[in-house]
Every structure is written in C-alpha cells, then in structure tokens.
C-alpha cells in the first residue's frame, strides 16, 4: 500500500511542476499559443548584415551587362543601337552617370551615356538595377547631356543644340528638360531652351 501512496504523491507533485501544456520536453521552448509572437517573426533590420539584403545595386551592374540589355531591346533607339552594335570596348562607347530614384522604386537608377569617345555624347538611358538584370527605363537621344536628379524626385537633363549661326563646333543653346515618371513611363514636364554667348 505504502509504495501505492508514495507514487501518487509523485504524480501530483510532478503535475505541480509542470507548465499546462502537457509532456514536457527538457531543452524546448514551451508554447502557449498559436500565434507567433513579434520577436519569432523576422524583420529586415534583425537580419545581420552578412546575411541582409542582396539585391542589386548600380554599383554592381557593369557596363557589359548594360550594353547586351540595349541591344536585347526592340524599343531600343536606331542609333544608340548602331554605336553598341560596332562598340569592342565597352568603356570607349558607355559611361556611368550618377545613380538616381526617379521612380520610386527598391531598385535604384543607374545613368549611363552613350558615347564615341570620352568627350562628346549622344545621349542617354536609365536602367534600373533589378535581381534579373538591369533594365532600360527611359532613353534620350541629345547632344552632350547631363542629368541628375531633381529635389522633388524628377530627372533633370540638360543638353546642348546649335542655333542658326552656331559654328560646327560650338552649340550655343541649352536645352533643360524636366521628365517626371507617372507610374509606368517617364514623361516629359517642361523644356526651356537658354541662350548661351
């Protein structure tokens, strides 16, 4: 009878100990409900930085990438086309602009010229850095341009055109153009041309 007792006692002191959710497993964290709480679900910022965020940035889209991306693409401009189609050194005929968000977007913009040499370009494309590749968002066909980015978000591109009595070397006027993404293309806002000496 005695051992009969003594393991009763057992049972209801180790019932006293235990944590209401059944057979308890040394080494496991107890669960008390279904639902995770906020320190279990992951964020971005928990994240170390060894392991975060690897999504492509302009500063890993190389100029080769872009120039078989143009000449993948249809909508393309014929001549930009022509310069990539005859270039065998990528640097000689693209350059890096500055990296920009016009569009809102996770996936920042890269500018790069379109150019013969280093000094004169015929313009540029946007191409934004997606896990798939770079991708052409917008494209200007303009002499000697240079664009940047607006406070307001917008692209500002400046360029250079000759007016009636210009000499062959030297295009007096600047034109400065405003293009604004609605969502899905780049859209032009405002120009003005500036009469230079």
Request: with cysteine; glycine share 8%; hydrophobic share 40%.
């Amino acid at each position: 009878m005695l051992p009969a007792v003594l393991a009763v006692v057992a049972l209801m002191l180790g019932a006293g100990c235990a944590n209401g959710g059944g057979l308890r497993v040394e080494g496991a964290e107890p669960t008390t409900s279904a639902a995770p709480t906020p320190s279990a679900t992951p964020s971005r910022r928990s994240i170390a930085p060894e392991q975060g965020d690897r999504r492509p940035t302009p500063a890993t889209v190389s100029l080769a990438q872009v120039r078989l991306k143009l000449l993948a693409d249809k909508k393309l401009e014929p001549f930009f086309r022509t310069l990539l189609d005859t270039c065998i050194v990528v640097e000689r005929c693209m350059s890096r602009g500055p990296t920009v968000n016009v569009i809102r977007s996770a996936y920042p913009q890269l500018v790069v010229y379109i150019h013969v040499d280093n000094t004169f370009n015929y313009g540029a494309v946007l191409m934004a850095a997606e896990p798939t590749g770079p991708r052409r968002i917008w494209g200007l066909r303009a002499d000697q341009t240079k664009i940047s980015a607006s406070q307001n978000g917008d692209l500002v591109v400046e360029s250079k055109h000759f007016a009636l009595n210009d000499k062959a070397c030297c295009p007096s006027v600047t034109r400065v153009q405003i293009f604004r993404w609605n969502g899905r293309q780049m859209n032009l806002v405002s120009s003005q041309d500036q009469k230079g000496d």
